[in-house]
């Protein structure tokens, strides 16, 4: 499938039409190179070939042509010298002249040129011109030998084909010859019909050759666009150019699913080695999301798709010329990086947001401080503080004292005064623990921020209460869970909420849905552990990674 070409960028998922694309690159003369080409080459070829065959086939022709005359004129020949009446007035000197009558008897049945019968000396005793009746032959006699003789005769009448057979006396030798000639004039009569059927013949192979060249250079040109070979390799060089030449990945299929095109891109991040071309790309990918993005059975435009280590946005465009489906292209972007620093950046303004969120409510605090030293209750003023400072201290001493990773413990307050922002009240239960466990610190962060903003965004539109409870355990392992008094995930969706690019929230401009429970799926998945969703009423999630996660996981973390 060639249909990479350089144009103006098509929307995602409208058909690329390849008919507007060449009609930039097309000739204008109908009668092209190609065909002109084809047509010169096909007719040289035939021409060379009808010559030689005719060639050919005229020396046969004209071989057995002469065998046939000089057979016949022998087998004319052969009957004369053993008529009986023949050889009995030879044998007795012809004194009634009988032998010039059965020979002009002879050649008004058999139609040869002349039947001439002589003795062994040569002396004629029948010939069509009667004047030479009488006279020796002016060559020797050739049948002395008893055997018959053939071939071309110059002879008083011109040159013919000729045939010699003996006539035998009643003791066996030799006592004269037939002499039968067919002329040269008839045998090129006939030769000239075959000519002129061979003639006819290479001219009808000719005129076929011509319309069977022009309907094949149509073929060609029809297939090739109507682009003339120095267009195609430049085309082809531009293609392999344009290819290998961008960042982004690009793989083009034909309608049977079978790669026709990829770049060295498209390798890089589908992890393809080997030979790729001309194979189904259900072959080539494991069942996934990305597999049937790739097939065309997941549609739309800049659809998100999770691999070991990247994130990718597919699309998928069809490509059509004249109206039919030649196949689809499509491109994928590695947008690893980006969306990290997006989800970085999201993160920051939560904590920007839960920061002004303590800056007013501090605001508040200090006002009633002041509004204490203004009435002069000094000491109602110091209790105040010290309660506010206390309740202050508590949620982080305590989340310090029982959660050992730093960066999660400074995650989960962090959430914790994102969450009370938006009325949801977040609590980390009592019994919960982590004490410096054996599994990879950034994954731990990325799994326990997804599963609480999660939590939080569910509760969005639900009445108060909104709580979220998590609990931490490292007995065996590390164990999480999250849950909610919110709707929850209903039980025939539990399989979906996994599964990248699928999300029931509104998007956030310039951030991904459903992002977040597939990166943990893959992360769970990768490290060997179990990440279990329960239906509602009620969400609730729960996560185990077994304490050797940190060697599995080690290189190989995303950060989205």
Do not use: C
Not at 351 to 373: F, K, S, T
Not at 457 to 480: C, E
Not at 517 to 533: C, E, M, N, Q
């Amino acid at each position: 499938m060639r249909f990479l070409l350089p144009g103006k960028t098509r929307a995602a998922g409208h058909p690329v039409k390849l008919g507007s694309v060449m009609q930039r690159l097309r000739g204008r003369h109908r009668f092209s190179t190609l065909t002109a080409q084809i047509l010169l080459a096909s007719l040289s070829l035939l021409v060379f070939t009808v010559a030689l065959g005719g060639f050919l086939f005229s020396m046969i022709s004209n071989q057995t042509l002469d065998q046939q005359y000089q057979l016949r004129a022998l087998g004319i020949a052969t009957t004369a010298a053993q008529m009986s009446e023949v050889r009995s007035a030879l044998a007795a000197g012809d004194p009634g002249h009988v032998i010039d009558g059965i020979a002009h008897q002879v050649m008004a049945a058999a139609q040869p040129d002349y039947v001439v019968v002589s003795d062994k000396e040569g002396m004629r005793f029948s010939h069509p011109d009667p004047a030479l009746i009488g006279r020796r032959l002016e060559e020797p006699v050739a049948v002395l030998d008893g055997q018959t003789h053939v071939g071309f005769d110059p002879g008083s009448l011109g040159r013919s084909a000729n045939a010699k057979a003996p006539i035998f006396g009643a003791d066996g030798s030799v006592i004269g010859q037939v002499s039968v000639g067919i002329e040269d004039t008839e045998v090129l009569s006939n030769q000239m019909q075959n000519i002129w059927l061979i003639t006819g013949f290479s001219v009808l192979v000719l005129a076929l050759g011509v319309v069977g060249s022009l309907l094949l250079s149509r073929r060609i040109k029809r297939v090739t666009f109507d682009l003339e070979p120095a267009e195609i390799a430049s085309l082809l060089q531009e293609r392999e150019a344009l290819l290998h030449g961008i960042r982004e990945a690009v793989v083009g299929l034909d309608d049977r699913g079978k790669v026709t095109v990829i770049n060295e891109e498209a390798r890089r991040l589908l992890h393809l080695e080997g030979e790729v071309l001309g194979r189904p790309i259900a072959e080539l990918l494991p069942h996934g999301r990305l597999r049937d993005l790739l097939a065309g059975r997941l549609p739309g435009a800049d659809q998100v798709a999770l691999t070991d280590d990247a994130l990718l946005v597919v699309n998928r465009m069809p490509v059509s010329t004249a109206g039919r489906s030649i196949g689809s292209v499509v491109t994928l972007r590695d947008r690893t990086e980006i969306e990290s620093l997006v989800r970085d950046l999201h993160s920051i303004q939560g904590l920007m947001e839960a920061m002004r969120a303590l800056e007013h409510e501090y605001a508040n605090r200090l006002h009633i401080v002041d509004g204490l030293l203004e009435m002069g209750d000094l000491e109602q003023a110091k209790r105040y503080v010290s309660q506010v400072s206390a309740m202050s201290r508590s949620l982080g001493e305590r989340l310090r004292a029982t959660i050992a990773p730093p960066e999660l413990a400074a995650l989960v307050l962090a959430k914790v005064a994102v969450a009370a922002e938006q009325d949801v009240q977040m609590e980390v239960t009592a019994d919960s623990r982590l004490d410096h466990p054996e599994v990879d610190h950034t994954e731990l962060v990325t799994i326990v921020g997804n599963l609480l903003d999660n939590a939080v965004d569910a509760l969005a539109n639900t009445p108060r209460p909104r709580i979220v409870t998590v609990q931490f355990d490292d007995a065996d392992g590390v164990f999480i869970a999250v849950r909610d008094n919110g709707p929850g995930v209903p039980a025939d969706k539990i399989d979906q909420v996994m599964v990248d690019g699928y999300s029931t929230k509104d998007p956030r401009p310039g951030m991904r849905r459903g992002i977040g429970l597939a990166l943990v799926s893959r992360i769970v998945r990768r490290a060997g552990g179990t990440l279990d969703v329960f239906p509602g009423p009620g969400g609730n999630f729960e996560v185990w990674l077994p304490a050797t996660a940190q060697a599995a996981v080690e290189d190989r973390s995303v950060g989205v």
